[in-house]
């Protein structure tokens, strides 16, 4: 079924949601996600997938609300975690242990603990270091991991620098030559199974020629450890899928990314582990928030908005674009605004010489393709709470997380009255 997009519905509207009034009820700043378009988007990856032993396990980083992890759940989706509370949100939203891998080069000794004693499925592996540690541990449970080496195929993901992690500059994974050794050594692992190959190369992926490179090296080097004896149960292939944050961004199809990763793996008769994070929920994101007031500067006008850089620090981290428009059915004349957040930060911007439809003080604005590393980034800087989330479903509305308060923001703190020494 084909699904409206924000492009087609009415600028008030959100699958099937009068947003105006979802604002009045819930106030602003407000994430509201719709569970239709994440449907949308795993059964378009499923049907590309359709016939082929693969498992997609959603990256919870990009959005771990739980609402959105029971989503994938419902869908046979598995997890690709990096820390020991994204297990447990991956856990209590009823995603199984063997659908989830652990990924990330600084787990600790606790996390590999926890994930060993929930089962799950395998780890993948970025350093020497962390195989001894997890052998290590393994062995003192009476248990046996399984992981895959991350590899470094020292491919460019054509993507912003601070989102690139398959150049041999990047801290992710290992060289072949390094992963080579380790599987010539596999005899002397009594409590790891390494029996799998994990490549990642980078996030917001708008071309496949990374992908078909980087998937070729890995390739080549399955059957290189095939033809010296060395099983590999599993390839995971990673995520990345870019999406579309502004006109002209042109966006990979499903059919033509599994394609690709049919052709460069041929022959193998393992299971795929894919990790899509960003591709399934960005673009089913929208933050909305108020105008404050329009400032009129010596050079130019200043939109501002009561969501700030702590609600939503894409753009102060990577300068990203986000569409921004009114949520109006009304026709109004073009303006130009620098549109920023009431933080204390020159960085709290959202977009520069921005042509917009004029607006007002009180005007409820959107801000699009915020499903992902939006609220999952948040943070409560300048002592401002964290926003409110909503789960939008064919005219329908759910409160997934409540607005922070002030005493819950607070809770953990306390005055210096209990002194120690060490």
Known sequence: MNLPTMDTLPSTHFD????????GRHGT???????????????????????????????????????ILELMAQAGLGADIVSAGELQRALRAGIPPERIVFSGVGKNDDEIGEALAAGIQRFNVESLDELHAIER???????????????????????????????????????????????????????VRLDGLHVH??????????????????????????????????IDVGGGLGVRYRDGDVTIAPADYVAVIREALAGFDGRLLLEPGRYLVAEAGVLLTRVLRIKHGEARDFLVLDAAMNDLARPSLYDAWHDIVPVSGEARPQAI???????????????????????????????RGTGAYGASMA??????????????????HALIRRRQTLDEMLAGEQSASQWETT
């Not at 943070?379 to 329908?396: F, I, K, M, Q």
Request: net charge positive.
């Open 16 to 23: 099937g949601v009068d947003l105006l009034a979802l604002a």
């Open 29 to 67: 700043p407000l994430y509201a996600y719709s569970a239709s378009a994440i449907r949308q988007r795993i059964a378009g990856l499923q049907l590309a997938l359709h016939g082929m032993d693969a498992t997609i396990c959603y990256a919870v980083k990009a959005n771990g609300s739980r609402a």
């Open 137 to 191: 541990i393994a062995g003192e449970r009476g248990a046996t991991a399984r992981a895959a080496v991350r590899i470094n195929p020292d491919v460019d993901a054509l993507t912003h620098a601070k989102i690139s992690t398959g150049k041999s500059e990047n801290k992710f994974g290992v060289s072949i030559a390094e992963a080579r050794r380790w599987f010539d050594a596999r005899a002397t692992l009594r409590h």
């Open 201 to 234: 190369i980078g996030s917001q992926i708008l071309s496949l020629e990374p992908y078909r490179l980087a998937l070729q090296r890995v390739a080549a080097f399955w059957r290189e450890l095939r033809d010296a004896g060395h099983p590999v149960a599993s």
């Open 337 to 367: 605004y620098d549109v920023v957040g009431p933080v204390c930060e020159t960085g709290d911007t959202f977009a520069q010489a921005r042509a917009l439809p004029a607006c007002a003080a009180g005007d409820l604005v959107m801000i």
């Open 379 to 396: 943070s409560t800087y300048n002592s401002r709470p964290l926003a409110a989330e909503v789960l939008l479903d064919h005219g329908r």
